[in-house]
């Protein structure tokens, strides 16, 4: 298991994926993967620098870990506002850009790239994991 922790601002975006990706090398993820797991880094870490403080600064913690062979977790943790991204409807993807309200398309993304996305509120901290295998 690794661990990075960082201020949740949206300069370290680089300094997560780096670290998330230094993992998945070691992990000898596939470049497929790889690219779906960045983008889905990319995402939540994002949300989390642009909404979890609205009026303060805080942390995130972005955990890296292999539970089985050919498995990646990856789990970030922030004690910012509540939210739970996943009870957000998914856009209708049905409808032309220019129709569809706007946000929820970086969520609905790694929903469906992901096999399994899980959030839970726990000791004040919001708790969402991202799990991908290969």
Known sequence: MAKLT???TRENTGKVSAFVEAELEKLECPMKELAQINIA???LYCNIASYAYP???????ITVQSPQDNTVA?????GGVPYDP???P?????LSADERKIG???IYIVKKTMDSVEYKYQD????????KKW
């Open 6 to 8: 960082v201020e949740a």
């Open 41 to 43: 880094v990319d995402e």
């Open 55 to 61: 009026d303060s600064q805080g942390t995130a913690d």
């Open 74 to 78: 990856i789990t970030f943790e922030d």
């Open 86 to 88: 996943l009870k957000k």
């Open 90 to 94: 998914d856009p209708d993807v049905t």
């Open 104 to 106: 929820g398309l970086g």
């Open 124 to 131: 004040n901290k919001n708790v969402l994991t991202i799990t």
